[in-house]
């Protein structure tokens, strides 16, 4: 199937949290011997940043005042996504709890944002065999010109029930309300809010297994491929 003149083809694969955009983004990128980008964990990384400097969360304006500082950098390799912030690894601190209830917040700053959405098209720019780009505004904001957008989705219910199956020890209840909060919040923000583009295929998920997902994606990413 693949030829070694395979055209690169940039993906951007949105959605709210627990449809399976991680594992379904990493997997699809690995079998079409893409790259891959989190931009979610860029959002954790600056919000990781300004927790650990002491920056008060709710001020926006000292947000903004520091969102150029940290130098964040992603690696791409679909099997070991990297993260780093000023040198120093955040792959695992930036997925703690409190990360995760801060990050609507600074990621709805439009300086982080621009910060940001720059730091991915250029990411992106230099993907030499295309990229798999998983976000909230990816399709939208980041990447409007993409060769394929996917907007991925499920009930609340599967959403939950997976997370909590991700957070040991977290109840499905518990988890449906933090989801559902943090999904008005990113939908709702002026700034580039989590939204389907009108040229977006949506995959809902909600009865699909991981694997059916997946080759649903890669089926659609193959077929764009083979017209360009």
Do not use: D, L, Q
């Given at each position: 199937m693949e030829n070694g003149a395979a055209q690169p083809v940039i993906v951007a694969i949105d959605g709210p949290s627990g449809t399976g955009k991680s594992s379904t983004s990493k997997a699809v990128a690995a079998q079409l011997g893409l790259s891959y980008l989190d931009t979610g964990a860029q959002y954790r990384a600056i919000t990781w940043w300004m927790v650990t400097n002491g920056i008060d969360i709710d001020d926006p304006t000292a947000i903004a005042a520091v969102a150029g500082k940290p130098d964040i950098v992603s690696g791409t390799d679909p099997a070991n996504p990297t993260i780093t912030v000023d040198g120093t690894d955040v792959a695992a601190p930036i997925r703690t709890q409190e990360i995760t209830s801060k990050v609507s917040a600074v990621s709805a700053v439009p300086e982080v944002r621009a910060r940001i959405t720059e730091l991915q098209r250029s990411?992106?720019?230099?993907a030499e065999k295309g990229i798999v780009v998983e976000g909230r505004d990816i399709g939208t904001t980041v990447l409007p010109d993409a060769d394929l957008k996917i907007f991925l989705t499920a009930s609340a219910e599967a959403r939950a029930a997976r997370?909590?199956?991700e957070l040991k020890g977290v109840d499905v209840h518990t988890?449906?309300?933090a989801l559902i909060r943090r999904d008005a919040a990113d939908s709702s923000r002026k700034t580039s809010p989590l939204a389907k583009a009108d040229d977006a295929v949506e995959v809902d998920t909600t009865e699909l297994t991981l694997a059916q997902v997946i080759e649903c994606v890669v089926t659609l990413v193959e077929e764009k491929r083979a017209a360009k």
């Open positions: 990411v992106a720019a230099g997370r909590s199956g988890t449906r309300e």
